[in-house]
């Protein structure tokens, strides 16, 4: 069975077990989180289950692993013939969950 959630702005496809990385939320190590916005639920059966835009009574339940950090992005911006440039960088703030459970409204 697996299933494709809505998480902060992002869509992912997870599967029971599988260990996915979103952006921060604020939960603690070992708390359980569970996601709502369920666009389609594929079942071991082969039949699908599409959302407009959600699937109603289909939940994914996960646990908060850790708290890290992505790769480090570096940003250069220059203008050609003016001696402008300019680096900067970016790290996103990432939480590590783990899904325990895909739940369908049948």
């Known amino acids: 069975m697996f299933a494709i959630i809505q998480a902060a702005g992002h869509q992912h496809r997870v ?5 996915l990385d979103i952006d921060r939320i604020g939960m603690d190590a070992g708390e359980t989180v569970t996601f709502d916005q369920v666009l389609l639920v ?3 059966d082969g039949s699908v289950a599409a959302g407009n835009p959600t699937v109603p009574g289909a939940t994914v339940t ?3 692993d850790t ?7 570096r940003v ?3 203008k050609r ?6 680096t900067r960088g970016h790290r996103t703030d990432l ?3 783990r899904i325990s459970d895909i739940s369908d409204s049948d």
Do not use: L, N, Y
């Open 81 to 86: 013939r003016k001696g402008m440039r300019r």
């Open 95 to 97: 939480t590590r969950v």
């Open 42 to 44: 594929g079942r071991d």
């Open 67 to 73: 708290h890290a950090r992505g790769p480090k992005i």
């Open 62 to 64: 996960a646990i908060v």
């Open 15 to 19: 599967e029971p077990g599988q260990i």
């Open 76 to 78: 250069f911006r220059h």
